[in-house]
Every structure is written in C-alpha cells, then in structure tokens.
C-alpha cells in the first residue's frame, strides 16, 4: 500500500493563506504523478494542481496563481500554498498519487490512484 498523510487544513478568513501537507509512505523519487484534489459538499472531487516527478505542474484555473504544488523528494512529501484564499476554495482537500505501471512494478504494487483520508479546509469570516 502507500499511505498519504494529509495535514495543514482549518479554518481561515478569506484573503488568508494556508499550507497542506502530505506525507507519503514510499519514496516520491520512484512516483510520476502527485496532485492535490478537492471535494465540496455536493459537489465532484476536482483536480487543483499535480506535479511529476520532473517537477512539472499543472494547475485548475480557479486556483492559478493563488496555490502552488511542491514537493521535497527527501522528506517524501507533496505540499499545497494557497493564498489569498476565499470562501469557494472550501472543501475537503485530498492527496493523490498515481502509479504508472513501473512505479507499482518497483514497489510491488498494483498500479493506479491512491488516496489520502482528506483535510478540511474552511474560508469564512
């Protein structure tokens, strides 16, 4: 399995900013694909932003310029910067990572998404 750990989420006002984490099990050296998503309540989980293991991204536009991806390949963790937050941007935010079939062929996996369990994140005043 590779378990996601998610943490940073709460409650802010809007215009504030705040800083998820994702701590993942396996060495993100070894992952092509690693994204933030986003769920409202009645609504579809949608992407926010992914990074390869290149260091490329891509970002939802609702969010470009406001939030950035990074990661730290050493501490094996997946980070989300979100500034100037504002109520939309409420949501559960969950981490992704997805195996290509070399990745789980590495780990002796199946290949395919993984999941974190989600953090909360609020923007109210």
């Known amino acids: 399995q590779v378990q996601l750990v998610e943490s940073g989420g709460g409650l802010v006002q809007p215009g504030g900013s705040l800083t998820l984490s994702c701590a993942v099990s396996r060495s993100i050296l070894y992952i092509n694909d690693m994204g933030w998503y986003r769920q409202a309540p009645g609504k579809q989980r949608d992407l926010v932003a992914r990074?390869?293991?290149?260091?490329?991204?891509n970002y939802a536009d609702s969010v470009k310029g406001r939030f950035t991806i990074s990661k730290d390949n050493a501490k094996n963790t997946v980070s989300l910067r979100m500034n100037s937050l504002k109520p939309e941007d409420t949501a559960i935010y969950y981490c992704?990572?997805?195996?290509?079939?070399?990745?789980?062929?590495?780990?002796?996996?199946?290949?395919?998404?993984?999941w974190g369990q989600g953090t909360q994140v609020t923007v109210s005043s």
């Open positions: 992704n990572v997805y195996l290509s079939s070399a990745s789980a062929n590495f780990f002796s996996l199946r290949p395919g998404d993984y």
């Open positions: 990074i390869t293991s290149g260091g490329s991204t």
